[in-house]
């Protein structure tokens, strides 16, 4: 009844316990909120939380400041996600093609990536204030106010700093995609006297679309989670509010404001939208 | 694409090639060079010239700026108990499981398994609102180390890394071992794990860096200064503790350093274990 090995039960039991109690409850304490009237309250304390239907729902979506989150979150995607993936393809490709030198390149275009975002937003905040080094080399270019506290050019400059940031990961991912393309297929090309760029877009891409579409479903995700960068990057809301995201109002409107409630709303409703853009991505990327 | 064919590419198109992989290069690597330069400068030079580390601009003043204003020491201490503690738990609970889901045949296994795929799928940041509920309002572990570590303490990475090292091993290893009359924990104990150790290495470096560079979780749940890791003491810093420093992006430089070398050299020295996983697994870790 067990099964063969019974003890699978009891050697798997630690991690699935941990499961339930960190992911699976709290998963369902949130959307449970979510319809619920919730507050906090001393520990201990039992007060009634009555359920309320949409209500959350409805004061999330009546909310300028949660659309406008919602907006600045898309925005950051469109800027995030075709860089990412024109970049880390670009990239990896070279360095697929590269001889000398592969050690070292891996190493420089991954370490961004380990390295701690905290600590990397303070040197981008150093070379991109109004006197810092970026704007120094562009000289009358420079944008006025400078990039992080303009209400145009905040969030472009997220997108650009994550994309950064994580581009080393995603460049692997096509590395190890393009090492599993035969080479038969390029070498027929060749002799059916394709350039090699038309081999290059004919039967590299086509050979590396599951990859494309693993590496724009992961921008997507950790691009609608965005809260670190743009609090530290541009303290809190940005200039004029312009870089809030959805998880930035989670935060505030979940524990700076006590209605977890409102902040669960918010968060299913993240998870939806995410997933919805994710299927329509895939449609994009799949299609032939 | 093989070498050979590599070579038969034109002597432009391989100077192109590597011009472009040297740029890149330099645009992922200036930033970590620029945060050096900068923790040292005794005064703050943002022009060209100051990308130049300038003998008579160095300093050490921002490390013990830093260390005054934030406590660097027991920062640093913090992050280390964190760190510690989930990468020890991951690996313990890792190995459990990756284990019976690679040679074990239980009832369950195949839900189990969907599960850890599953869990990659689950932004933290939707659990974070009802996991900072239930930790710190219901169960006051606010400002502990157990509310900071429990949320990390399993990860489906480190499953699935030694569920691949297992599936690796021969079975007639753990067969021969269960007609001997071994029993699982013995088996588990004396053939499985040592024969996973570098696996628990690369589980190990894998984990290391969550935790670490983890900000948003330990933000919340810290209001004592005292118990902040140093990636929230370095953030907590940059927004409010400028006021009345010589050199205020200095000490955050310096700060930053502190942050971010561990990581970087555990990386450097062990890149090809960080790497492997990466293609192994295809996964984020």
Partial sequence: MLGEHPAGLLLSAPYALFVAAVFVYPLGFGIWMSFHHYFFTAPGAVVPHPYV????????????????????????????????????LLLATALNNAIHWRGFLRVSYYVPYVTASVAMITV??????????????????????????????????????????????????????????????????????ASR????????I??????????????????????????????????????????????????????????????????????????????????? | ????????????????????????????????????????????????????????????????QINSAINLGQSLLNSAIFTGAVVVCTIFFGVLAGY???????????LLFAVVLLLQAVPFQLLMIPLYVMLVRNFGLGDTYEGMILPFAINSVAVLIFRQFFLQVPREMFDAARIDGAGEFRILRS???????????????????????????????????????LAVAVANFTQTGLAGHANPMGSILAGSVALALPAVVLFVVFQRYFTQTHASTGVKG
């Fill in chain 1, 53 to 88: 239907g949409l209500k959350n729902y409805a004061t999330v979506i009546s909310d300028p400041a949660v659309r406008a989150s919602f907006v600045h979150v898309g925005e950051f995607l469109i800027i995030n996600v075709p860089l990412t993936v024109i970049f880390s």
């Fill in chain 1, 124 to 193: 981008w905040m150093f070379m991109f204030n109004s006197g810092g080094i970026v704007n120094r080399i562009l000289g009358p270019l420079a944008p006025n106010p400078a990039w992080l506290v303009n209400t145009t050019w905040a969030m472009p400059s997220i997108a650009l700093y994550v994309t950064w940031k994580q581009l080393g990961f995603f460049i692997l991912l096509f590395l190890a995609a393009l090492q599993n393309v035969p080479d038969e297929l390029n070498e027929a090309a060749a002799i059916d006297g």
């Fill in chain 1, 197 to 204: 760029w038309q081999s290059y877009r004919t039967v590299t």
């Fill in chain 1, 206 to 288: 086509p050979a590396v679309r599951p990859a494309t579409t693993l590496v724009v479903l992961l921008a997507i995700i950790t691009g609608a989670n965005l809260f670190t960068e743009p609090y530290l990057m541009t303290s809190g809301g940005g200039p004029n509010g312009a870089t809030t995201t959805p998880v930035f109002l989670l935060y505030q409107k979940g524990i700076e404001q006590g209605t977890p409630d409102v902040a669960s709303a918010i968060g299913v409703l993240l998870v939806i939208g995410v997933l919805l853009i994710a299927y329509a991505s895939r449609k994009v990327t799949e299609r032939e």
């Fill in chain 2, 1 to 64: 694409m093989n070498t050979s064919d590599t070579q038969r590419m034109p002597r432009w198109r391989r100077i192109l090639t590597m011009t472009l992989l040297m740029l890149g290069a330099l645009v992922f690597l200036f930033p970590f060079y620029y945060m050096v330069v900068g923790a040292l400068q005794a005064r703050r030079n943002p022009s060209l010239s100051g990308a130049i580390p300038w003998l008579s601009n160095l300093t050490l003043s921002n490390f013990s």
């Fill in chain 2, 100 to 110: 019976a889901l690679a040679t074990l045949h239980f009832r369950g296994r195949g």
């Fill in chain 2, 191 to 229: 053939i499985a794990v040592p024969l996973v150790r570098p696996a628990i290495l690369t589980a190990a470096l894998v984990t290391f860096i969550g935790p670490w560079n983890e900000f948003l979780w330990p933000f919340l749940i810290t209001k004592k200064q005292s118990m902040e890791p």
